[in-house]
């Protein structure tokens, strides 16, 4: 799909600020060994180039193996990402999962998944899933999770294995548990089940 003319020029600017610190090059270096000269490398990135030639963007992309659909039309940082990570279970197209900060998980549990990806930012899951997002933590739960992991969470389900649950209440807000603690206990009927931590992404 392409875009537009401005979010092109954003496009280029970005990726190849990226390429340049990616592939451990200076500026210098990169003009000389593309071929594109120093004074047209500094004008596109300080964006004074309103379009940039394909012509140059050719000599880019030739030398780095890139296609240039890719340094016009996306984030090549985000599509080499996705493309490093490996999947255990083989080669699974990712899920997007919104990532929803700890102090709007609660109020967020009653939203479709849809919507929420439409409003906060997302991060990639490889497996066949449904009901998935992900909670940025805030502030501790516990011993075991810190401000800025990331856990990824299967909504209202039970945890398998030794997956640990998360739950929320008034007095304890979000805390998690091991399967080995029994969930369904009467001490618990007060605990709100959030899901099962699928994932953690210790940041």
């Given at each position: ?89 083989g ?27 439409t ?35 299967k909504?209202k ?22 399967k ?24």
């Open positions: 799909m392409k875009v537009s003319g401005l979010q092109r020029k954003e496009n280029i600017i970005n990726n190849i600020e990226y390429l340049i610190k990616s592939r451990g090059e200076s500026k210098t270096s990169f003009a000389n060994r593309t071929g594109v000269t120093r004074a047209t490398l500094y004008k596109i990135l300080d964006g004074k180039v309103g379009n940039v030639q394909h012509s140059t963007i050719t000599r880019i992309a030739d030398f780095f193996g890139v296609s240039c659909h890719i340094i016009e039309n996306c984030d090549l940082q985000q599509v080499e990402l996705i493309e490093k990570t490996l999947s255990p279970e080669d699974r197209n990712p899920a997007a999962i919104p990532v929803i900060p700890q102090s709007d998980f609660i109020s967020s549990m009653g939203s479709r998944i849809g919507d929420l990806a409003r906060y930012p997302l991060t990639w899951y490889f497996s066949d899933v449904s009901n998935m997002v992900a909670l940025r933590v805030e502030k501790s739960i516990g011993n075991t999770f810190f401000p800025g992991d990331i856990l990824i969470i909504r389900a039970i945890p398998e294995n030794k997956q640990l649950s998360l739950f929320y209440s008034k007095e304890k807000r979000i805390y998690s548990l091991r080995s603690n029994n969930i369904t206990d009467t001490s618990m009927t007060d605990n709100l089940l959030l899901g099962a931590i699928i994932e953690d992404r210790i940041m």
